[in-house]
């Protein structure tokens, strides 16, 4: 299989990831940042009826002009309004969120009256219609209040139960099942062996997947023969993930197995291969059971295996989710020159600063080398070196990529 770039493949991958169905889900069980599948309409008038503003005392304003003293009749509480009629020269003492009687037209704030026995006075002079909340003043039943497709909310959860929604639908959460490979692995806390070293791919993957709102599943460490493979694959199906990332074992070694084993189990290969750096080896394809499983298998090496997480793996975990997603991308100037570019586009790991004219200026970490993963967790982000790029002098524009919200 020929090499392909990396726009193709993003293409590629983008076209064969569908959005998830939705399903009504009850207001306590919505995560963060779902997304909303249809027009939610208020089945409620809110609030339902004239309501106080204030903790005071209602009355009708025309009294007011001509008297500052009035006889306290009862008692309108949140909860429990007064039933009873006001007349002239009445007042009700009223408290926030409590109906306001119907022949009330204002609430004088309690900072402004003086309670004697049954006998309130007023202070100050209040304006006609002070302190009252019209019916309907925040929304209509019909009203159309949240537009189906945008992301959800704190406040906008809230909107969903005050018109009267107890569920509502969304776009499912995504199930995406992580698994390692390697003989040489052991898992992060352990102690490694002989000849052996800490898996350290899976909990970077989890971290992103749940960091772009989706669920994992930790198939933790297949070992490098294809029975092991096989199993971990089972699991991923039982589980009806719907994307498996793979890191490690696609390459072209003689204990690459990963490639071979999804194929017997019936993936179709999309793409093997991509011009980039790192990452070249990124495998991607379908599993089309009932329940159709994406699989990404991306390198081994740390740093590759965590730069395409950022540059496929999440794509994918947006569109699943039903988010329009755009890579953050910006333009820097380069602190330092770097050569002419291969046919390969390279990601370079470099540390972002400002400086005080508000320049953004970046620098490449010391090494580009896709197993050093200190210094990609110590970077800013990733100088996007175009297909072929000719070299580039300091103080040249360049773009860089900035991860949203989970950092590198
Ligand atoms: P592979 O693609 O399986 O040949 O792996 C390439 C390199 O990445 C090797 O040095 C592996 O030891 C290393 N590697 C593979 N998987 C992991 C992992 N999960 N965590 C850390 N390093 C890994
Ligand atoms: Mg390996």
């Given at each position: 299989?020929?090499?392909?770039?990396?726009?193709?493949?993003?293409k590629r991958l983008l076209t064969a990831t569908h959005t998830l169905e939705s399903e009504l889900t009850p207001l306590a069980e919505i995560g963060e940042a779902q997304v909303l599948a249809q027009d939610v309409i208020a089945e409620l008038t809110e609030p339902p009826f004239r309501s106080s503003a204030m903790?005071?005392?209602?009355?009708?304003?025309?009294?007011?002009e001509q008297n500052r003293e009035f006889d306290l009749v009862g008692e309108s509480a949140a909860g429990k309004g007064y039933?009873?009629?006001?007349?002239?020269?009445?007042?009700?003492?009223?408290?926030?969120?409590?109906?306001?009687?119907?022949?009330?037209?204002?609430?004088i704030i309690q900072e402004d009256a003086k309670l004697e026995g049954n006998r309130v006075s007023f202070t100050k002079a209040p304006e006609a219609g002070a302190n009252i909340r019209p019916r309907g003043g925040n929304f209509q039943k019909g009203d159309s209040v949240l537009e189906k497709g945008r992301i959800m909310?704190?406040?906008?959860?809230?909107?969903?139960?005050?018109?009267?929604h107890g569920a509502v639908e969304v776009v499912k959460r995504p199930k995406i099942a992580i698994l390692a490979t390697g003989n040489e692995l052991v898992e992060a806390g352990e102690i490694p062996g002989k000849d052996q070293i800490v898996c350290s791919n899976s909990y970077g993957l989890a971290y992103l997947v749940r960091a772009h709102h989706c669920d994992v599943v930790d198939l933790g460490i297949a070992r490098d023969n294809e029975e092991s493979i096989r199993e971990k694959i089972e699991r991923a199906r039982k589980e009806k993930v719907d994307l498996l990332v793979t890191s490690g074992g696609v390459s072209v070694g003689k204990y690459d197995l990963v490639q071979t084993v999804l194929k017997s189990e019936g993936m179709k290969l999309d793409f093997w291969k991509v011009a980039m750096?790192?990452?070249?080896?990124?495998?991607?394809?379908?599993?089309?059971?009932?329940?159709?499983?994406?699989?990404?298998?991306?390198?081994?090496?740390?740093?590759?295996?965590?730069v395409c997480g950022h540059i496929f793996l999440v794509p994918i975990l947006e569109k699943l989710s039903g988010r329009n997603y755009r890579p953050h991308i910006e333009d820097a100037l380069l602190a330092v020159p770097l050569p002419e570019n291969g046919p390969r586009r390279h990601f370079v790991r470099a540390n972002l600063t400002v400086n005080s004219k508000g320049?953004?200026?970046?620098?490449?970490?010391?090494?580009?080398?896709?197993?050093?993963?200190?210094?990609?967790?110590?970077a800013d982000c990733l100088i996007i070196r175009e297909e072929n790029g000719t070299p580039l002098q300091v103080g040249e524009p360049c773009r860089i990529f900035i991860p949203e919200g989970a950092g590198l």
């Open positions: 299989m020929p090499l392909i770039n990396v726009d193709e493949s993003l903790d005071g005392y209602a009355i009708r304003y025309q009294d007011y039933s009873g009629k006001i007349g002239k020269n009445e007042a009700v003492r009223i408290f926030t969120g409590a109906p306001v009687p119907d022949d009330a037209d204002t609430v909310t704190p406040s906008a959860l809230a909107l969903c139960a005050s018109t009267g750096r790192p990452g070249k080896p990124l495998m991607f394809g379908v599993l089309p059971d009932d329940h159709k499983m994406l699989v990404l298998g991306l390198p081994g090496n740390p740093v590759s295996s965590m320049e953004r200026w970046v620098t490449p970490v010391r090494s580009q080398d896709s197993s050093l993963i200190r210094l990609m967790a110590n």
